[in-house]
């Protein structure tokens, strides 16, 4: 069975520093990787994914988040906060051969509190 | 353009009622996913349909649960006989007909309070 650790249930950082928002997961074969975020009152944004090639994924908004194959993780970074990043993210994984909606596994979330 | 669009986007009931949920996927997509978020939770998967396909309803968490997509487009997720623990938010997500449904689209969610 595959699964999504988001360790951390809250994160709290000051505008203007790096943030890392932690994901480790599992499954067999080699993983597809998804970070979705959750703004108050509105549906899930994709945020970035990892297919294959570049350890190093950019996505939107300034984030990026980078594949770490031995550790099983995923982390989501910024270098430089802004109060408007404060939000609910979501890490996602499924395996890459299989054709199934179900295989999409989602953690249960990270809240991203940006202080001014 | 349009995104995916939900209705209600707040829904109060009283135990034992049914609900209808809708949802409208963007134009084109073939793919059409129904999750269920609880307070606290990730994403809990519900139902997946694709194309003409026949639906994958091996989330759905009982037999009070159903939906239906009418003509590849509107889903309509049904719940008979609401329990207080169905109270969550129902997110509906499309994808467009490419490869191995990579990519996600989110609507904003119905939040289902059951009293």
């Known amino acids: 069975a595959q699964s999504v650790a988001q360790p951390e249930d809250q994160v709290n950082v000051a505008e203007g520093n790096p943030l890392t928002v932690k994901c480790t997961y599992s499954v067999s074969g080699n993983p597809y990787l998804f970070w979705y975020v959750q703004y108050p009152n509105r549906g899930l944004q994709f945020l970035l994914k990892y297919i294959t090639g570049d350890n190093l994924v950019k996505g939107s908004y300034g984030f990026e988040a980078e594949f770490n194959k031995s550790q099983t993780s995923f982390h989501l970074k910024k270098p430089s906060a802004l109060v408007s990043d404060s939000a609910l993210y979501f890490c996602a994984v499924r395996a890459s051969f299989s054709g199934s909606a179900r295989q999409l596994t989602f953690g249960s979330g990270t809240q991203l509190t940006v202080l001014p | 353009g349009a995104g995916v669009s939900q209705s209600p986007s707040n829904k109060v009931t009283e135990k034992g009622k049914d609900v209808e949920l809708r949802c409208d996927p963007i134009?084109?997509?073939?793919?059409l996913y129904w999750y269920r978020q609880s307070l606290g939770q990730g994403l809990e998967f519900l139902i997946y349909?694709?194309?003409?396909?026949?639906?994958?309803k091996s989330g759905l968490p009982s037999d009070r649960f159903s939906a239906e997509r009418t003509g590849g487009s509107v889903s309509t997720l049904t719940i008979q006989r609401t329990q207080q623990e169905d109270s969550a938010v129902y997110l509906c997500?499309?994808?467009?007909?490419?490869?191995?449904?990579?990519?996600?689209?989110f609507g904003p969610g119905t939040r289902l309070l059951v009293l």
């Open positions: 349909f694709q194309g003409n396909s026949a639906p994958d």
């Open positions: 997500a499309s994808s467009p007909p490419t490869g191995a449904h990579l990519e996600k689209y």
């Open positions: 134009s084109g997509h073939t793919a």
